[in-house]
């Protein structure tokens, strides 16, 4: 194990529907992460938290809404998802990330999460 | 355009062959290059991290190379088993050690009994 954790491991929902995945990271870290991993597409990275702030969000629709409790936890919040949303969902951690005039930057290696694989009916 | 590219996108391979996958990068300036092994329904393990001085390095039955030259990065494995059946994804980090991450499309690796 990584020391990630993500809750489900298997989601399926309606467009309709309102959930929440769960992240969950041991390893003191103070960067977090969500990746959207499609199939034969490269990861895509969604949100960046660093010490609990919002420091990236790449053009994610405002159907996602990530949450960042404290340094620990991170959660991504879904409410009237398309069918095209159905993908692997990752969580990452690392020990830092410093934000730099221009964007986030990331720094050390990240320690991925198990995935919540996610279909959207 | 920062780019990863990896080939062949899918491989099949006997129980106790070798092969290769590549990873070619237009990323620049180049920081460093990551191998990750990818099972089936987990997230992706760091293999091996390639910098710019290094040429070679090895993690059991794992050997990564860099051509920092030529930007291209290849991960060779030996003496197949059926547990290296996976994605294998490469990843180039782009201008420092804080620099942002490119990510392959990975290859899919099947090592058949």
């Known amino acids: 194990e990584t020391g990630v954790t993500q809750t489900p491991r298997h989601l399926v929902m309606g467009m309709t529907n309102k959930k929440s995945l769960k992240c969950e990271q041991h390893?003191?870290?103070?960067?977090m992460y969500w990746y959207k991993q499609s199939a034969k597409k490269p990861l895509e990275l969604m949100f960046v938290?660093?010490?609990?702030?919002?420091?990236e969000n790449n053009s994610v629709p405002s159907r996602f809404s990530p949450e960042c409790p404290n340094s620990s936890h991170l959660f991504l919040h879904l409410h009237t998802l398309q069918p095209e949303d159905s993908a692997l969902y990752l969580c990452?951690?690392?020990?830092?990330?410093?934000?730099?005039?221009?964007?986030?930057?990331?720094?050390?290696?990240?320690?991925f999460g198990p995935g919540t694989r996610l279909t959207v009916t | 355009k920062n780019q990863v590219e990896q080939s062949p996108q899918s491989l099949i391979i006997l129980e106790g062959k070798n092969c290769t996958l590549q990873?070619?990068?237009?990323?620049?300036?180049?920081?460093?290059l990551r191998w990750y092994k990818q099972d089936t329904g987990r997230g992706p393990v760091s293999l091996t991290i390639?910098?710019?001085?290094?040429n070679t390095k090895s993690n059991g039955r794992y050997t990564a190379t860099l051509d920092a030259d030529t930007k291209q990065s290849s991960l060779h494995i030996t003496a197949s088993q059926l547990s290296d059946s996976a994605s294998y994804i490469c990843v180039v980090r782009r201008g420092s050690t804080l620099g942002r991450l490119y990510f392959g499309r990975g290859t899919q690796l099947t090592v058949w009994p």
């Open positions: 990873c070619n990068y237009t990323v620049s300036p180049f920081s460093n």
């Open positions: 390893l003191g870290h103070n960067a």
């Open positions: 938290y660093n010490f609990k702030e919002q420091t």
């Open positions: 990452a951690s690392s020990q830092d990330s410093v934000f730099l005039a221009g964007g986030a930057r990331f720094s050390y290696e990240q320690y």
């Open positions: 390639m910098t710019f001085s290094e």
